[in-house]
């Protein structure tokens, strides 16, 4: 059975970090591309990172680029997002999603979800 677990949100203040993380266990790990979404309240999920299969390429969305990385250690089945100068907009749930393949998982192309960790920047 896959499961997929997100930790690491948190509350913070604005301009602070924070690092999530997602292990993922029953599936080969190495053969998905995975990716971080985020959902606010009253908002539609969307992207916020994409990592390749070998964490060789990364893509991130206009809004988080120069503030987030994304990395994967493989050997850990692990999946991070190293989240820094935290804004009161990145308030919202974030969920690590894996797709099968090489595509970068989109909200109507997503194998396995998590749960998601919630994460609260106070102004």
């Known amino acids: 059975q896959v499961q997929v677990v997100e930790s690491g949100g948190g509350l913070v203040q604005a301009g602070g970090s924070l690092r999530l993380s997602c292990t993922a266990s029953?599936?080969?790990?190495?053969?998905?591309?995975m990716g971080w979404f985020r959902q606010a309240p009253g908002k539609e999920r969307e992207v916020v990172s994409c990592?390749?299969?070998?964490?060789?390429?990364?893509s991130y969305a206009d809004s988080v680029k120069g503030r987030f990385t994304s990395s994967r250690d493989n050997a850990k089945n692990t999946l991070y997002l190293q989240m820094s100068l935290l804004k009161s907009d990145d308030t919202a749930m974030y969920y690590c999603a894996a797709r099968r393949g090489t595509f970068c998982p989109r909200v109507g192309a997503v194998d396995y979800w998590g749960q998601g960790t919630q994460v609260t920047v106070s102004s």
């Open positions: 029953g599936l080969t790990f190495e053969d998905y591309t």
């Open positions: 990592i390749g299969r070998r964490g060789t390429y990364t």
